[in-house]
């Protein structure tokens, strides 16, 4: 079975410092990708996706990620946080074909001034 | 309305009660889903409806009772809770067998809390 891992439930960074959030996967064939933000008492929203193609996504918000399958991992950065960005992204993953979403256990993202 | 949509936002119940949450969808998509989001367990999906039809239970308790009447419409009927069912409840939809990957859709959920 799939299953997707974050490091880091909590990650901390200043105001217009990087944001990097980690993700890994396991898959045996490349997978769909995607990364979900949560605000505070709201559903989850795409932030982007990867499919086929560069994998170096852009999204959302300034995010990007890169699928690097060598490693299994679709890393998600900013280069510059701003304290909008607080809240809880999920990465997530489907194989091609299939329906259903993986979702890895989160993490907050606390912007300090 | 745009999205997904979902009622109530709120609720409270006592375990002896018995009421249903509502989702509806407005993009046109075929598939829809329950998932529940506790404080401290990743993000669990509940049932999967396919064109009406159940595609998926993943051991859910029987006091949980999903209804699809129609591709837009999904509802998940409640009775007898116990606390520990008390969390987010969300609802996405995504279309059916979509070229592009499984972008799910998701609803701004439902904060159950059961007494």
């Known amino acids: 079975a799939q299953s997707v891992t974050q490091l880091g439930s909590h990650v901390s960074v200043s105001e217009g410092a990087l944001v990097l959030l980690r993700c890994n996967y396991s898959s045996s064939v490349p997978p769909y990708l995607f990364w979900y933000v949560q605000y505070p008492n709201q559903g989850l929203q795409l932030l982007l996706k990867y499919t086929t193609g560069a994998t170096l996504v852009k999204g959302i918000n300034g995010f990007e990620a890169e699928f690097k399958k060598s490693e299994t991992s679709f890393h998600l950065t900013k280069p510059s946080a701003h304290m909008s960005d607080a809240a809880e992204y999920f990465c997530?993953?489907?194989?091609?074909?299939?329906?259903?979403?993986?979702f890895g256990q989160g993490t907050r993202l606390t912007i300090n001034p | 309305e745009t999205g997904v949509t979902q009622t109530p936002r709120h609720l409270v119940m006592g375990m002896t009660n018995k009421k249903s949450l509502k989702c509806e969808q407005h993009l046109g998509h075929n598939a829809m889903y329950w998932y529940k989001q506790s404080a401290k367990k990743p993000l669990e999906l509940m049932f999967v409806?396919?064109?009406?039809?159940?595609?998926e239970n993943n051991s859910v308790p029987s006091r949980f009772s999903p209804e699809c009447p129609n591709s837009s419409h999904l509802f998940l009927h409640l009775h007898t809770l116990q606390p520990e069912d008390s969390a987010l409840y969300l609802c996405a939809s995504s279309p059916w067998g979509g070229p592009l990957g499984n972008e799910q859709f998701f609803g701004p959920g439902t904060r159950l809390t059961v007494l």
């Open positions: 409806y396919n064109f009406k039809e159940q595609t």
């Open positions: 997530a993953v489907s194989e091609k074909g299939a329906q259903k979403l993986v």
